[in-house]
C-alpha cells in the first residue's frame, strides 16, 4: 500500500475491504500493524484503514515537538487525502485520545467513535508510569524498553502461558527504528494531553471499552470518560490488560462490530 503526502509528512497506510469506513488508530506504538486480528475480523464487512502515526512504522520520522492534537490532525489529513468524509474511529489508547480530539474539533467527521484503553487527561499514577518507562528507553535502548513495557500491557497470566506471542509483541515494541528523541517526544505529548474540560462538547455515539485488569490505562480512567461523555456506553472485559485486543479477541471484535452495526451511516 502507498504513502499518501499530508503536507509536510508521509503517512503509511493499508486498507481492507468494502463498505462503510472503518479507522483502526493505534496507540503510542504507533504502528497500524497492531490492529490485524481486528482488520481480519471487520472487513469482511466494512472498509478497515490502519495507518501508521508521524514519527512510526513506515511514515514520516519527522524531528518535530510532537502533541497528541498534531497526531488527530495528521489523521484528519490522510481522511481527506482518501476523500473520506466521516468513519467510525476505533482509537485504542493514543488512539483513543486523538479520537476525542477528532470529535470535539472536527466533529462531522465521526460517525461513532470507541475509545479503547484511553484517557481523559493524566494524572499522578499515569505520569508516574510513563516517566519510568521513558527513563528506561532514555538510558536502556528500545529493547530493554519493550522488555520493561510487556510487563504492564498484558496480565501476568497471559505472558506464562504465551512465551512465543509475548517474544512477538516484545519485537514489536522493540523493531523501532525510529530516533529516540521521537519515542520520547511522544511520551511527552501524551502526558501532556488532557482534555478533561471538554468531554460534554462530545455529540457522536461512543462506546468505552476497557480490561478490568488494564495497568496503563486503568478502568477508573474509562470510567471518567463513560460519566462525562453524555450517552456513552461502557464495556467493561473482565482480563486482557492494555493489550486486550490480543487477548480477548472475539469478545473484543464483537463489541466493536456490534456497536457500529447499531450507528451505521445508511
Not at 15 to 29: A, F, K, N, T, Y
Not at 49 to 72: F, N, T
Not at 170 to 197: H, K
Request: aromatic share 8%; with cysteine; hydrophobic share 40%.
Amino acid at each position: 500500500m502507498p504513502k499518501i503526502d499530508i503536507g509536510n509528512a508521509e503517512i503509511y497506510y493499508e486498507e481492507r475491504g468494502d463498505g462503510e469506513p472503518i479507522m483502526l488508530v493505534p496507540g503510542l506504538g504507533g504502528g497500524g500493524g497492531v490492529w490485524f486480528n481486528q482488520v481480519a475480523a471487520l472487513s469482511n464487512d466494512y472498509r478497515t484503514i490502519i495507518h501508521d502515526h508521524r514519527g512510526c512504522g513506515q511514515s514520516s520520522y519527522s524531528l518535530i515537538e510532537y502533541s497528541v492534537d498534531q497526531m488527530a490532525a495528521d489523521a484528519v489529513k490522510l481522511m481527506d487525502t482518501l476523500e473520506i468524509e466521516r468513519v467510525h474511529w476505533v482509537g485504542h489508547s493514543t488512539g483513543g485520545a486523538m479520537g476525542q480530539i477528532v470529535a470535539q474539533d472536527y466533529p462531522d467527521r465521526l460517525a461513532s467513535l470507541i475509545l479503547s484503553a484511553t484517557w481523559p487527561g493524566q494524572d499522578e499514577y499515569f505520569n508516574r508510569a510513563f516517566a519510568a518507562r521513558k527513563s528506561v528507553l532514555s538510558t536502556m535502548g528500545t529493547a530493554e524498553y519493550a522488555r520493561h513495557s510487556i510487563l504492564t500491557l498484558l496480565p501476568p497470566w497471559f505472558i506464562t502461558q504465551n512465551p512465543e506471542k509475548i517474544a512477538e509483541l516484545e519485537g514489536y515494541l522493540a523493531g523501532a527504528d525510529q530516533p529516540v528523541e521521537i519515542m520520547e517526544s511522544r511520551i511527552d505529548a501524551i502526558c501532556a494531553y488532557d482534555r478533561r474540560d471538554r468531554m460534554s462538547d462530545i455529540d457522536v455515539p461512543v462506546l468505552v471499552i476497557v480490561a478490568e485488569d488494564d495497568m496503563v490505562t486503568p478502568r477508573y480512567l474509562s470510567e471518567q470518560l463513560a460519566a462525562e461523555i453524555v450517552g456513552a456506553e461502557k464495556i467493561i472485559l473482565p482480563t486482557g490488560g492494555h493489550f486486550v485486543l490480543h487477548v480477548l479477541v472475539d469478545e473484543y471484535n464483537t463489541a466493536i462490530s456490534d456497536f457500529i452495526k447499531r450507528h451505521q451511516m445508511v
